[in-house]
């Protein structure tokens, strides 16, 4: 029985992975559980799946928690809880499916407990990759990809020898704003940049996917997942979004991974690694979908993309600063204080008045995060 502990249990990687729990309760256990500000929906999932330990963002949504829910079950508190949930009890695996640098912290605290990470939680590795991939090394645990794309590519790489490898290419919908020219961006609402043509996500990386930020901070974390360099990475627009990433061999060889945009494939497969289990999900028909198509990236279209990958061939906190200044952009836009077009100008304008440091250590990525998020306000 593998004992799994979810931080983030009440968005849409969380709940999709406690329905894959649920399809296979002879494998898996919970252990702990961890959200934000979602009290009922948390009480709701601890009284089904039990956990030992489960935490909330606030004492007030702790104490509601408290109340509702057995003394079996202890109920922890704030960043503190989190660290705590992740780092003790019994996990095997952690799923970091926390949107935000704030996964950090405590993606560090599982991997030096030990724990295996099933990683959704691209900001991470964004924010800190090294530090990241450097303690999981150290500690002999494995950093297990979620997200699509990088599951993809894990599987396309099962067996390969790496000194074989071109490079690979990320494949990406194009976002709700795909057939649309920069001039059409003007004035667009929030509901239309949350209306995602084939996923359905939570709203920060729903907006991500509009503005091409998702695979930039993807690229990155291919990067940092498969030891590449940027010019072995690359990109292209897959609108139907059934190919979820692929390899091409130094022989020319290319393998790709397709299936239904359906996140509990990614998600079961993070988890049953390296075994395959069943899935009560759809199957893919090509012959249903009779052809599938692919565009040139346009990086004078997709600038933030570009913006990306000139922070991570900068390096060190560049990265840092440009997912903290996106985050803030991105909260600030949803909340109808930007436009949509602004999201870009302020990583544009965060980026130029930044110089990036190398190699940091936790506190000054702490410090690089914490200044981007100030400047990206003050824009
Ligand atoms: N959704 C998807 O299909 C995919 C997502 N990802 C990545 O996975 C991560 C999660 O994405 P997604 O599930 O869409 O996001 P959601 O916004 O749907 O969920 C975010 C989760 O984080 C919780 N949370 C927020 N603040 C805190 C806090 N202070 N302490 C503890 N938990 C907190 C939320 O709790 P609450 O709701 O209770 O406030 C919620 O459970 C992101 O990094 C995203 O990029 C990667 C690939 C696909
Ligand atoms: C499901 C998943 O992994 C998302 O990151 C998805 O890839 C978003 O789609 P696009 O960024 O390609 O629009
Ligand atoms: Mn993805």
Redesign the pocket.
């Known amino acids: 029985m593998k004992k799994i502990t979810i931080?983030?249990?009440?968005?849409?990687?969380?709940?999709?992975t406690l329905e894959v729990l649920s399809q296979h309760p002879e494998r898996f256990e919970l252990d702990g559980l961890?959200?934000?500000?979602?009290?009922s929906?948390?009480i709701q999932q601890a009284l089904r799946f039990r956990p030992k330990r489960v935490?909330?963002?606030t004492e007030e949504a702790a104490r509601e928690a408290r109340a509702a829910l057995p003394t079996g079950i202890e109920v922890l508190q704030?960043?503190d809880g989190?660290v705590e949930i992740a780092g003790s009890g019994d996990a095997d695996t952690v799923v970091?499916?926390?949107?935000?640098s704030?996964?950090l912290v405590p993606t560090l605290a599982a991997i030096e407990a030990g724990r295996n990470i099933a990683l959704?939680?691209?900001?991470?590795l964004v924010t800190a990759g090294h530090l990241v991939m450097e303690a999981a090394k150290r500690k002999g645990v494995s950093i297990l990809p979620?997200?699509?794309e990088h599951s993809a590519i894990f599987q396309c790489l099962n067996g390969e020898r790496r000194e074989d490898v071109r490079g690979i290419t990320l494949t990406a919908s194009g976002g709700s704003f795909r057939d649309r020219t920069r001039e059409q961006l003007q004035g667009v609402t929030v509901e239309e940049a949350l209306s995602h043509p084939n996923?359905?996500?939570?709203?920060?990386?729903?907006i991500?996917s509009a503005t091409m930020v998702?695979k930039g901070?993807e690229v990155i974390e291919a990067r940092w997942l498969f030891g590449l360099d940027y010019d072995q990475i690359g990109v292209l627009i897959h609108p139907e979004s059934i190919i979820h990433s692929y390899v091409e061999f130094k022989d020319n060889s290319i393998v790709a991974q397709l299936g239904l945009p359906d996140?509990s494939v990614?998600i079961q497969y993070a988890l049953s690694y390296p075994e395959r289990l069943g899935n009560a999900s759809g199957r893919l028909s090509l012959a249903e979908y009779g052809k599938l198509t692919f565009r040139e990236m346009d990086f004078d279209r997709f600038r933030c993309l570009a913006l990306a990958y000139e922070s991570g061939r900068l390096g060190g906190t560049a990265t840092t600063v440009f997912n903290a200044a996106n985050e803030v952009a991105v909260d600030r836009f949803l909340r109808g204080e930007i436009e949509f077009l602004a999201i870009e100008t302020v990583l544009e304008k965060v980026m130029e008045k930044y110089e990036p440091i190398a190699n940091p250590g936790l506190e000054a990525i702490i410090e690089a995060d914490l200044w981007a998020r100030r400047t990206a306000t003050s824009l």
């Open positions: 931080l983030g249990s009440t968005g849409s990687v969380g709940t999709q961890a959200a934000g500000g979602n009290v929906l948390l935490c909330l963002a704030g960043e989190l970091t499916a926390i949107m935000g704030r996964g959704a939680n691209k900001e991470t979620v997200d699509s996923w359905s996500m939570g709203a920060k990386i729903t991500d998702n901070l996140m990614p």
